[in-house]
T-cell receptor
Framework: AQTVTQSQPEMSVQEAETVTLSCTYD???????LFWYKQPPSRQMILVIR??????QNATENRFSVNFQKAAKSFSLKISDSQLGDTAMYFC??????????FGAGTRLTVKP | GAGVSQSPSNKVTEKGKDVELRCDPI?????LYWYRQSLGQGLEFLIY??????PDKSGLPSDRFSAERTGGSVSTLTIQRTQQEDSAVYLC?????WGGGETQYFGPGTRLLVL
């Protein structure tokens, strides 16, 4: 069974500062995929970043980067230079073959002006 | 191009009534997925389609739930004899292909409220 745990229900950060959201997971698969999705109040889930487990290099996407620790089964998201538009729910997700993507419970991030 | 669309955006129904939720995937996407998001919760996977076929329906919460996809495009999620616990946001996603960690693109969801 695959599980995803986000231990921070809520976080806040000052505009322009850096924040890190935590995610741990469990899977018996050796090759899998990890995602961070953002869900603003509009409800639409937006892909933030994607990581392939067989790639050791951490994925980056502009101000967003991950710290992927495969042995520790940890996949944290770092947001640099936080902007007001980053305020949203952030979900960590894990899938092996896409037919059963597992999501964490989410972290509500508030960026304060 | 157009993203994933879902209709209706919001649906209020009475307990015991049937509802149909519609999903239009991104053109050319062969895989389609349905999720349920209860208030303040993460997403619960319901079912996926590869083309018009749904190989595994075990994620559907009960036999009151069914889903179909026609023409490799539009999908409908039907809930019969709705119950109050069915109240949630139902999200649809599509991906270009199935498997291998293909990125799923989500629609805006349908918020269902069962009174």
């Amino acid at each position: 069974a695959q599980t995803v745990t986000q231990s921070q229900p809520e976080m806040s950060v000052q505009e322009a500062e850096t924040v890190t959201l935590s995610c741990t997971y469990d899977t018996s698969e050796s090759n899998y995929y990890l995602f961070w999705y953002k869900q603003p109040p509009s409800r639409q889930m937006i892909l933030v970043i994607r990581q392939e487990a067989y790639k050791q290099q951490n994925a980056t996407e502009n101000r967003f980067s991950v710290n992927f620790q495969k042995a520790a089964k940890s996949f944290s998201l770092k947001i640099s230079d936080s902007q007001l538009g980053d305020t949203a729910m952030y979900f960590c997700a894990l899938t092996y073959n896409n037919n059963d993507m597992r999501f964490g419970a989410g972290t509500r991030l508030t960026v304060k002006p | 191009g157009a993203g994933v669309s879902q209709s209706p955006s919001n649906k209020v129904t009475e307990k015991g009534k049937d509802v149909e939720l519609r999903c239009d995937p991104i053109s050319g996407h062969t895989a389609l997925y349905w999720y349920r998001q209860s208030l303040g919760q993460g997403l619960e996977f319901l079912i996926y389609f590869q083309g018009n076929s749904a190989p595994d329906k075990s994620g559907l919460p009960s036999d009151r739930f069914s889903a179909e996809r026609t023409g490799g495009s539009v999908s409908t999620l039907t809930i019969q004899r709705t119950q109050q616990e069915d109240s949630a946001v139902y999200l649809c996603a599509s991906s270009l292909a199935w498997g291998g960690g293909e990125t799923q693109y989500f629609g805006p969801g349908t918020r269902l409220l069962v009174l």
